[in-house]
T-cell receptor, first 110, second 110 residues
């Protein structure tokens, strides 16, 4: 099993550009989520999904969209990138309360 | 008051020593508790769940004190490889939203 995979690993965007961070898992977990991690802030939940076709907002959803058309994939879309979205983004799936994280995407918005 | 609070450290501890971290949480209805470990520039990984009766995994012991609303992590006979950031995670209401502490940074000194 590959577990949770994320692409790209690094990305630099200009303010106003849009992009999609990809996340996939092969463990057949129903629950998937996106977090961002900033120094001194801890991990903060952006969006999550409890199954295909179901998504909900987390703590910091503004500026991000998600969709969940399959159990395996949970992409995160940045609509119009802003410097405040410079962060490390982690995708995670969850089973029995335990999270499995992807390797992360380091995003810089200039 | 933050939902989950940890001493950020850093804790600089000689190899072979015992070190303990605490994590306090504000919601008395919190259901489940976990410790995650995060190495520099890597994703968090589950270290151990925390059970009401306390639990041990090799050199690591986790305790839960519901009356005082904190969990603890004890590391005995610390190794250089224990150097990492330790994240306290609390599951509130069982509502699919885990809350992360900001982490405690540990460095084991040879």
């Amino acid at each position: 099993n590959a577990g949770v995979t994320q692409t790209p690993k690094f990305q630099v965007l200009k303010t106003g550009q849009s992009m999609t961070l990809q996340c996939a898992q092969d463990m057949n977990h129903e629950y998937m989520s996106w977090y961002r991690q900033d120094p001194g802030m801890g991990l903060r939940l952006i969006h999550y999904s409890v199954g295909a076709g179901i998504t909900d907002q987390g703590e910091v959803p503004n500026g991000y969209n998600v969709s969940r058309s399959t159990t395996e994939d949970f992409p995160l879309r940045l609509l119009s990138a802003a410097p405040s979205q410079t962060s490390v983004y982690f995708c995670a799936s969850r089973y029995r309360g335990q999270l499995s994280f992807g390797p992360g995407t380091r995003l810089t918005v200039t | 008051r933050k939902e989950v609070e940890q001493d950020p450290g850093p804790f600089n501890v000689p190899e072979g020593a015992t070190v303990a971290f605490n994590c306090t949480y504000s919601n008395s209805a919190s259901q489940s508790f976990f410790w995650y470990r995060q190495d520099c520039r890597k994703e968090p990984k589950l270290l151990m769940s925390v059970y009401s009766s306390g639990n041990e995994d090799g050199r690591f012991t986790a305790q839960l004190n519901r009356a005082s609303q904190y969990i603890s992590l004890l590391i005995r006979d610390s190794k250089l490889s224990d150097s990492a950031t330790y994240l306290c995670v609390v599951d509130n209401f069982g509502n699919e939203k885990l809350t992360f502490g900001t982490g405690t940074r540990l460095t084991i000194i040879p």
